[in-house]
């Protein structure tokens, strides 16, 4: 029995459970990967676009010698924080369900002042199964659940990977990136750094326009000289063993690849909000809460981060979504 359960042990669900404990309830934070999943399937040598003050939590200075902070910054960094405040993070156990408790409707002799309202039932790796109650849960599920798929044929062949970590397995190799927004320049560029044969392909006349400052510079001095590839305004139709067929302007075309990196976004994982019935907006993908105290419809229900912006994920950032533990928590309480 604890006081809070946080799904999600990344920044937010992390400050949520700092923020439960600060006020002396009792936190336990749940992960399917391991602490900070999201960050460390960052590519190897990726930089924030925020600063570090911006993505601290707990009170805890965030201090480095660069202007921004990396990857491996920020992995300390947070695995520095949840030791400070001695989280209790279940890593590699994932929630499988989430119900409601049949609450007695007899009065009893000593009600508890904060009764369990939800039941948690957890896998381990290991296959044992785990039941927590909780009074309250916080879904702080983050981004990267479910990938954004093409739905085009050969997207389950194993050399097609949605997401990216570094370039030194495609040395030489030639190398498809599906997209044009920031994780794809990332990519594009580490991977060119290794000595790969990479092609671009994105159905936009050009990169998104949010591509970081200081990256557009080198990725489009790389493709003016040719040294990446581009095929702007196509999409791929088709993955094969060691091509992707794209449909362009100028008809299809089959560019050799034997790696495929579909940096194309990822969908909100809201599957245990729709498991007990939070209504999620069919366009926005938004589940029906209350932006002030991030409470859902359902008592002891919260959001946190960036699965309270749906399908936008450039709504709501470490650095917006980090305080959302303090209003939960104040709302809790009241």
């Not at 940096?263 to 999620?280: A, C, D, F, K």
């Not at 229900?301 to 699965?307: D, E, N, P, S, T």
Request: aromatic content about 6%.
């Amino acid at each position: 029995m604890v006081d809070v359960a946080v799904v999600g042990a990344g920044p937010c669900g992390l400050a949520a459970a700092i923020a439960a404990q600060r006020a002396g309830l009792r936190a336990v934070v749940f992960d399917r990967g391991c602490l900070v999943n999201g960050i460390a399937s960052y590519p190897t040598y990726m930089s924030f676009f925020s600063t570090a003050e911006r993505i601290a939590i707990g009170g805890v200075p965030f201090i480095v010698a660069t202007e921004k902070p990396t990857r491996r910054d920020a992995l300390a960094y947070y695995r520095g924080v949840a030791d400070l405040y001695d989280i209790d993070v279940r890593q590699y156990e994932t929630v499988e369900t989430l119900s409601a408790v049949r609450m007695d409707p007899r009065p009893g002799p000593a009600e508890p002042d904060r009764p369990a309202r939800w039941l948690l039932r957890s896998a381990k790796r290991s296959g044992v199964v785990r039941e927590t109650l909780a009074h309250a849960v916080v879904i702080a599920t983050g981004y990267f659940g479910r990938p954004n798929l093409l739905g085009v044929p050969g997207e389950s062949l194993p050399h097609v990977r949605h997401g990216y970590t570094e370039g030194h397995a495609a040395w030489r190799e030639p190398v498809v990136i599906v997209g044009g927004a920031n994780s794809a320049v990332d990519a594009a560029l580490d991977m060119y750094r290794s000595g790969a044969q990479v092609t671009m392909v994105h159905f936009a006349p050009a990169l998104d326009a949010n591509v970081k400052p200081w990256v557009r510079p080198e990725i489009e001095a790389r493709l003016r000289d040719g040294m990446i590839g581009a095929r702007f305004m196509s999409r791929v139709v088709a993955i094969e063993p060691e091509a992707v067929v794209v449909e362009g302007a100028g008809g299809t075309e089959r560019l050799p690849a034997t790696q495929v990196y579909l940096m194309t976004g990822y969908l909100p994982e809201t599957g245990l909000l729709e498991q007990i019935g939070v209504s999620i907006d069919t366009d926005s993908g938004i589940p029906a809460h209350d932006p002030l105290t991030m409470a859902t419809a359902l008592p002891g229900v919260y959001l946190a981060g960036v699965i309270a912006s749906g399908n936008q994920a450039n709504r709501i950032f470490i650095e917006n979504g980090r305080d959302h533990g303090d209003a939960i928590v104040a709302h809790l309480l009241r």
